[in-house]
């Protein structure tokens, strides 16, 4: 069974930074894609990044939003995704989950950003 823990959120103020983890227990494969999504306030979710599966080449992709400030990548031997997160605008303000989508998808609980001005 897939199991995904976010970790690192907080507050910060306009300009900061963070950085999220997320450990993964279970068995991923190159069918598999890593990522990041968040929802803020009274939205959808939305895309905010994604790379391939632990020990698997390909494409990293980011939202339009995100691109510059943010990187995604991960710890293949400890099974961790990451998302470091910088020039943080209010705009950021969001639960941020984590997401393995292939054959199943699967979700975190998701962790809370807040980026105040």
């Known amino acids: 069974q897939m199991q995904l823990v976010e970790n690192g959120g907080g507050s910060v103020q306009t300009g900061g930074s963070l950085k999220l983890s997320c450990a993964v227990t279970g068995r991923t494969t190159c069918t598999d894609r890593l990522g990041w999504y968040r929802q803020a306030p009274g939205k959808e979710r939305e895309f905010v990044a994604a790379?391939?599966?632990?020990?698997?080449?390909?494409?990293?992709v980011y939202a339009d939003s995100v691109r510059d400030r943010f990187t995604i990548s991960r710890a293949h031997a400890e099974n961790i995704l990451y998302l470091q997160m910088t020039i943080l605008k209010p705009a950021d303000t969001a639960i941020y989950y984590c997401?393995?989508?292939?054959?199943?998808?699967?979700w975190g609980r998701g962790t809370q950003v807040t980026v105040s001005s």
């Open positions: 790379l391939p599966g632990f020990w698997c080449s390909g494409a990293t």
């Open positions: 997401h393995i989508g292939g054959p199943s998808a699967y």
